[in-house]
């Protein structure tokens, strides 16, 4: 006790030493329960008001991402080998003959564009343009030693003759030739002229007589005009 009240004096010390003996049976050794339900209270409104450890704060979830495919450029490739394919279907097509499997490919794309034709004139241009397309075919067919026999010659001529006939029949059921008109069916009846010339020794008897037929038709064109 000398430690705890340093500078008192004894008869001091022994008064104090009496008073807690005296108060010692009367203290009680745990707190008030009016306390503990004050401590409480304080506790849990604490609790209550304080925010949420960092650890615990729920975090929004990000839409997932939709899974980039395997093979980006796929489809790209797909796409530009379509059109490799249709460029290179198209011009063996246009450069088929009478005989081969895209020929009648060909001839439905033709006869398509004269049902387009907007009138007379446009539809017998594009009819003088198969006849000459047809000439390149038998020059193509008499020099092939893969044709078998003349039958593709002579059937190549009468469709050009044909369409050559039906490209005059045209011409005749426009009120006005210009000179624009004129000046195509002369071209025509020259080239045509010079290109059977050539081939007419390479052809059969029968297909001669067919050829020669047809100078004698587009020669006429000529006088007429």
């Known amino acids: 006790m000398g430690k705890w009240l340093p500078g008192i004096s004894r008869s001091s010390r022994r008064r104090v030493r009496r008073r807690l003996s005296r108060l010692g049976p009367h203290m009680a050794t745990t707190p008030r329960p009016e306390f503990r339900d004050e401590l409480r ?7 209550r008001e304080a925010p949420l450890p960092a650890e615990e704060v729920p975090v929004p979830r990000r839409p997932r991402s939709r899974r980039r495919p395997r ?9 530009a080998g379509l059109v490799v394919i249709m460029v290179a279907t198209g011009m063996a097509t246009y ?7 895209l020929y009648p490919l060909k001839r439905a794309a033709e006869n398509t ?15 003088l343009r ?26 190549t001529l009468k469709e050009m003759e044909d369409t050559t006939r039906s490209a005059i029949t045209s011409l005749t ?5 210009d000179a624009k008109t004129t000046g ?27 050829a020669s037929g047809y100078l004698d038709y587009i020669q006429g064109l000529m006088i007429a005009e």
């Open 130 to 155: 198969s006849a000459s397309v047809r000439a390149r075919e038998v020059e193509e067919l008499l020099g092939s030693a893969a044709q078998g026999g003349s039958d593709l010659v002579g059937e």
């Open 71 to 79: 093979f980006p450029l796929l489809p790209q490739f797909l796409s």
């Open 95 to 101: 450069e088929s003959v009478p005989g081969d499997i």
């Open 173 to 177: 059921r426009v009120e006005r030739r």
């Open 113 to 127: 564009l004269l049902r387009m034709s907007a009138d007379d004139a446009e539809r017998a241009d594009r009819e």
């Open 41 to 47: 209270e304080r506790l849990m409104s604490t609790a």
């Open 184 to 210: 195509t069916i002369r071209r025509f009846v020259q080239e045509q002229r010079h290109q059977i010339e050539e081939m007419i020794p390479k052809m059969d008897e029968e297909d001669q007589r067919r």
